[in-house]
């Protein structure tokens, strides 16, 4: 059963970090993209940050040079170093993990989501 188990949320104050963590089982870890995700209230559903399974990692503009990506495959987990935080920041983030071959997508995972919220 694959199962992505997101930790690390919480309330913080504007300019605070956090890290937040995603812990895969029932997946081949390695060979998955994974991605974090974000959604506030009345809002869609955003891309905040990839990593491929080669390690390659885009962001999304509103975050690029505040949150960094990052994947330990020995441990099954990725990360996402969240610092600087805005009260534009507040929403739950979820944990994706996606298996894509000749160009289709073979699993697409999501985790429960974990709450962040910054105070202003």
């Known amino acids: 059963q694959v199962q992505l188990v997101e930790s690390g949320g919480g309330l913080v104050q504007a300019g605070g970090s956090l890290r937040l963590s995603c812990a895969a089982s029932g997946i081949i870890f390695s060979a998955h993209d994974m991605g974090w995700y974000r959604q506030a209230p009345g809002k869609q559903r955003e891309l905040v940050a990839g990593i491929t399974s080669g390690g390659t990692t885009n962001y999304a503009d509103s975050v690029t040079g505040r949150f960094t990506i990052s994947r330990d495959n020995a441990k099954n987990t990725a990360y996402l170093r969240m610092n600087s935080l805005e009260p534009e920041d507040t929403a739950v983030y979820f944990c994706?993990?996606?298996?894509?071959?000749?160009?289709?997508?073979?699993?697409?995972?999501w985790g429960q989501g974990t709450q962040v919220t910054v105070s202003s």
């Open positions: 994706n993990a996606q298996w894509r071959s000749f160009g289709r997508t073979r699993g697409d995972y």
